[in-house]
């Protein structure tokens, strides 16, 4: 879609419609993320847009993004992520519905880190974990490490395997889960594959304990 379809009058508060901002999130690095009331597993989403593109006269900034692109473990939300934003820059935010009505704007030619009112700002919740399995070791090749939060529902689930060591060239493995919630707790269960019996390093610790203490 070309981002000058998207020339329409600006919209000061959020469209009660799906598409609807329920949350916007400036992360540091030049990282801002949406949340959108928009299911990404629904059909009508399937066609949907969000578009970022910088006002200067070459839009040097411009990303593209779909439902597949959603990084949140909610259910019914559509979390997007766009990196890379120069803070020099202004900003227009456009989504296009697709099938189920015209494009609208969220926010036009607004400066960095001023797309609302009232911005979240918050660092990255991550969490990193290191384990003294040697990732070099063929008999670790099939490890997997789960982090999942302990709600009814359990809305959260990230599964990383030796590959996704982020300390290459040592005898350790260390994982790095993303996007976790502050409200949730979690436990973290190792599955060593292989017919081996998977077990739990911790169970049932809040976001609050993980973030003092290491495993």
């Known amino acids: 879609m070309n981002k000058l ?26 990282t801002l993320e949406v949340v959108f009331a ?4 629904s059909a009508e989403s399937q066609d949907d847009k969000f578009i970022l593109y ?21 259910k019914g939300t559509t979390k997007i992520r766009f990196n890379g934003l120069p803070k020099e820059l202004n900003y227009s935010l456009g989504v296009d519905p697709g099938k189920e009505g015209d494009p609208y ?8 880190g001023s797309w609302c009112e009232n911005p979240v700002t918050e660092m990255t919740t991550e ?8 990732p070099n070791k063929g008999e670790n090749a099939n490890n997997r490490f789960i982090l999942f939060s302990t709600d009814t529902a359990k809305s959260y689930h990230q599964e ?10 040592d005898d350790v493995t260390e994982i790095v889960f993303s996007d976790l919630n502050r409200d949730l707790c979690y436990s973290l269960q190792v599955d060593p594959g292989d017919k081996r019996k998977p077990y739990l390093v911790f169970e049932n610790r809040t976001y609050a304990d993980l973030s003092k203490k290491s495993v």
């Open 38 to 41: 928009i299911d990404p597993e």
């Open 105 to 112: 704007l969220i926010f036009e030619n607004k400066p960095y």
């Open 127 to 134: 969490f990193k974990v290191k384990f003294h399995i040697d």
């Open 5 to 30: 379809s998207i020339k329409l009058p600006l919209t000061e508060t959020i469209p009660a419609k799906p598409g609807d901002v329920l949350n916007i999130i400036v992360r540091s690095q030049g």
């Open 160 to 169: 990383k395997t030796i590959k996704d060591d982020v300390t290459a060239g």
């Open 54 to 74: 910088s006002t200067d006269d070459e839009n040097t900034y411009y990303q593209e993004k779909t439902p597949l692109d959603n990084i949140s473990n909610g």
